[in-house]
């Protein structure tokens, strides 16, 4: 399933470095450049400040509340939770709003230097509502300075850091219009947004979208991948995750279906090696997400992750997680990139989470597995219309990070009671290993099949986290089994004989239907490809009245919207997140908690109670010689930037 890059190109990959590159690619110490930290979306900081001995003196150092709020109530529309990422850039903050206004910070008060809004709102009412948009990117040649962000109203902007005025030489006035340049397709462009940063590589911006599925109807357009001048913002190259006409892989979508398959998206981050001039595209699930009777055969580039030069939007390396994906486990966040070593050999490496609980690692520039991963039989499906991949990928190094498939051992069984409970809800339904099929619901008695991990679980959005100075990895990950079954629609002119039907929090009695833990971080060594540790992640539904006499330990949180939540932040010493209260102190608080682990034990070292609930990833910067955390938190009139730092 891999094209192996030619050796002709890889010599002058090697030897492609830029000065734009070098630039934009390694952050000093103690600022953030990008989304995740560096390009590389290490999410690390070497800053050592903040430790398991002064953790839980952090104190609030200032709050900025986003500008959006103040936007009159006829043009504002309703926002989501506030996720955006900060940027530390010497010596100032920048940041976004959920309605795409971009905004310059004093990083020791919070004050507002400028602001400048796009307006996106002005041009109709976002595809996805609540909206958000999730952050912004960081691009210099060494001389000129810009700020990118894809807006929800299709815009993709180029702003001077400076000034935080548009650049009159980029586009129009300042201004792209990201409505075009997908090719001649008879699909409905209006139901693209961009909620995720795009990534500036060389003198490339690409943009991936966010797609609005239609579930009823094959109406979702793919999601092509494009990039742009990043000094003209001129049109240079479009990567079509589902070949067109005459490309490779086109084989892949039988009875031509590449015709009218939608999404296969890049809705999360990208990454990339500025030196090598590569950048990495982590692609999701094609339509319809659990039924594949339209689109029979492997569906290349779906659920991928694909190695393009930055410069020509040449593919260069792929690799599919899932064939035929009929689980929605797209591959949902940014690669992480790291160099390790391996029996003795230096290797420039991708390792990719994924929402099945595995981790795949890459020589990035080749695409050689660094251990082998095998293909190997799955169960097949007895849906009307569908063919199942007959096998699926399965690494044979690093072990999976999450549970993987159900059994009747899984189920919870802390007392007899509540054991029996769960096994009257399991007799209704299909369990089997990872990759088992959906089936139609009633199929011989059974109401769904069990994923496990679940569509909103294993590793989601947030991703992983790479220590460079060790090589180790950090997962932050989520169980959650989904009872998934197909149905027929409700429309009658629905385009599919069968839609999903989903039922997430299955379980006896108000608690989960498996074992703990539901909730984890994972410390993996790249460089052997053994777990380090492993230690659930928050307190679970330990004071459960059937439980509370029991006093367990911490089993993992089983907060219901964990998929979007903001990950981890790893610094010199410590592993640093969040939690919501509501699943830690009282089911009716609606603040955080900002929890700190030892990065080398998985000891929990530190907890500090928040009064607004964080949704961000963490980031942490130094400014002035004093270390600070910033968190992105609340929604609505309540969304903020949160900052801390230990007190003076």
């Not at 999730?134 to 000129?144: A, K, N, P, V």
């Not at 940063?197 to 494009?226: C, E, L, Q």
Request: aromatic content about 10%; overall charge negative; some cysteine.
């Amino acid at each position: 399933m891999k094209n192996k890059i030619a050796i002709a190109l890889l010599g002058v990959l090697l030897f492609s470095c830029s000065p734009e590159s070098d630039e934009s690619s390694v952050p000093a110490v103690g600022e953030w450049h990008h989304a995740g930290g560096s390009h590389f979306s290490d999410k690390y900081s070497p800053l050592d400040q903040i430790d398991r001995d002064n953790f839980n003196e952090l104190e609030i150092a200032w709050r900025w509340q986003s500008i959006d709020v103040n936007l009159p109530r006829n043009l504002a529309y309703a926002t989501g939770h506030f996720r955006a990422v900060p940027l530390y850039i010497n010596g100032v903050m920048y940041t976004n709003t959920n309605h795409g206004q971009v905004v310059a910070l004093d990083p020791g008060t919070g004050e507002l230097i400028w602001s400048f809004d796009p307006e996106s709102y002005a041009l109709g009412r976002p595809v996805f509502t609540p909206a958000q948009t999730r952050g912004i990117e960081y691009w210099t040649d060494g001389d000129i300075e810009r700020i990118f962000i894809a807006t929800l109203g299709k815009q993709l902007v180029s702003i001077d850091i400076h000034t935080g005025l548009p650049d009159p030489n980029f586009g129009e006035d300042g201004y792209v219009d990201l409505r075009g340049n997908f090719g001649k397709l008879e699909f409905e462009i209006d139901n693209i947004t961009h909620g995720a940063p795009p990534i500036a590589v060389g003198t490339s911006v690409i943009i991936g979208s966010k797609i609005f599925d239609y579930t009823m109807f094959n109406r979702s357009p793919p999601g092509h991948v494009r990039a742009y001048d990043a000094y003209t913002g001129e049109f240079k190259w479009r990567f079509n995750t589902i070949p067109q006409q005459g490309e490779y892989g086109i084989e892949t979508w039988e009875n031509n279906s590449w015709q009218e398959a939608g999404n296969t998206n890049v809705w999360t981050f990208m990454s990339a090696d500025d030196e090598a001039g590569i950048v990495y595209l982590p692609t999701s699930t094609p339509t319809n997400d659990y039924w594949g009777g339209k689109r029979l055969g492997e569906n290349l580039f779906a659920e991928s992750i694909v190695a393009l030069d930055a410069e020509s939007g040449e593919r260069l390396w792929h690799f599919q997680t899932v064939h035929h994906g009929l689980w929605d486990y797209d591959v949902a966040s940014a690669p992480n990139l790291v160099d390790i070593v391996v029996d003795g050999e230096p290797i420039k490496a991708l390792a990719q989470v994924s929402k099945t609980g595995f981790t795949y690692v890459f020589d990035r520039i080749t695409g050689e597995p660094v251990w082998p991963i095998e293909e190997r039989p799955v169960p097949p499906s007895n849906v009307p219309g569908e063919r199942a991949h007959p096998t699926q990928p399965f690494p044979t190094k690093p072990a999976p990070f999450e549970k993987q498939g159900m059994t009747e051992e899984d189920l919870i069984d802390f007392t007899p009671e509540i054991h029996t409970a769960a096994q009257e809800i399991a007799a209704k339904l299909v369990f089997g290993p990872i990759f088992t099929p959906p089936i139609v619901a009633g199929t011989d008695g059974k109401d769904a099949t069990v994923f496990l991990p679940g569509a909103g679980g294993g590793a989601n959005f947030p991703g992983a986290n790479i220590d460079p100075e060790t090589g180790v990895l950090y997962v932050p990950s989520h169980t959650r089994p989904y009872a998934m079954s197909l149905v027929p629609p409700d429309d009658p002119d629905s385009d599919w004989p069968y839609v999903i039907n989903v039922q997430r929090n299955i379980g006896p009695m108000g608690l989960p239907l498996t074992k703990p833990p539901y909730r984890r971080i994972t410390a993996i060594d790249l460089n052997t490809g053994e777990h380090l540790w492993q230690v659930p992640f928050g307190k679970g539904p330990a004071n459960h009245p059937l439980l509370e006499h029991l006093n367990l330990p911490d089993m993992g949180s089983v907060f219901t919207d964990v998929s979007a939540e903001g990950g981890i932040l790893i610094t010199k010493g410590l592993v640093i997140s969040h939690l919501p209260q509501k699943d830690e102190v009282d089911e009716d608080a609606d603040g955080s908690v900002l929890v700190a682990y030892d990065k080398q034990s998985g000891e929990k070292v530190g907890e500090l109670l928040v009064d607004r609930r964080l949704h961000g990833p963490v980031m942490s910067y130094q400014h002035e010689g004093k270390q600070y955390i910033s968190i992105a938190g609340g929604r609505f009139d309540t969304a903020e930037m949160i900052t801390f730092a230990l007190p003076n």
